[in-house]
């Protein structure tokens, strides 16, 4: 029971536990910034990090296998997709003239 | 590479390229394997070999139809190449940073807004502002690098860029971030270093 399966299967559970941490306070962000834009830095950022660390925790558990090549794709992949979706609905927002919350209003 | 055309070189980059990816995605690596360390049963062979020829005539025809998009060969592609992959560790260790920063945002308690009454901040570590900046930066790869990092970096992402210029839009939480970018513009500077164009 104890040595490498151990030590391998802490740090899944780590990465794990870190992802979701991420995840979760994304998701607070979310309800608690005042306006459009705002929420945007959080969900367009923690779940970047909090969906790629748990990728890799899933890496490390299956080891060197087609599954983890697969996911390694699915990581790159979202590290190029996320910026630019968050980047996509930024400019529809400030196009259409949503207007930024300023420090001090009240909230949108 | 020095003698090579344009057009065999993006051919074969393709190719190798298209190949590795077949190769990592398809389970049939897993028959090859088998088959090299004598694990494989008769009776599977041609059908291992049907599916490899199709996939070799795939790639054939991807390759002959996509390969001016795939690459295009430029001056010092391969320095260029090199100095990304040393780009990419810091822009990974930016991308903790700001995470952290957005969770120290969102958890902070000064920052609970009580939902009817109209709610104020209080002092709380949101100050939002949108920031406008011209860099030097013109190639495509390098404004699309710049506009994707500002994203990933702490408490700033990128709402509009006008190329012609040079030109950022930028929405940033809150002051600190957004000088960083107006100040320090070290991350610019990293950006044109990596693109071999002027800082």
Redesign the interface.
Known sequence: MFGLDLIVNGVVVALFVIGLFFMFSGAIGFLRFPDFYTRLHATGKCDTLGEILIIVGLIIYDGLSPLSAKLLFLSFFMLLANPAGTHAMMKAAYVTGVRPWKRGEARQ | MTRMSEKNFSVLITLVVLTIFWL????L??DIYKYFIGELHHEEIPHVLFLLGSAIICIAIVTVISHDLMIKKEEQMWLKFKRLLAYIPWELYQ??L??LD??Y???HPK???S?RS????GVGP?????IQFETTLRSDLSLVTM??SI??TP?T????VDPPIGKF?V?S?AKAPGDALLVDQSMQKKVAHVYLEEG
């Open positions: 990592l995605l398809s389970p690596t897993v991308i903790l700001a995470n957005v969770a945002r969102a958890i920052s609970f807004v939902g109209g709610g104020m901040f949101i100050d939002p502002e949108v506009a994707n994203t990933l408490g992402i990128t709402i509009l839009w929405h939480i």
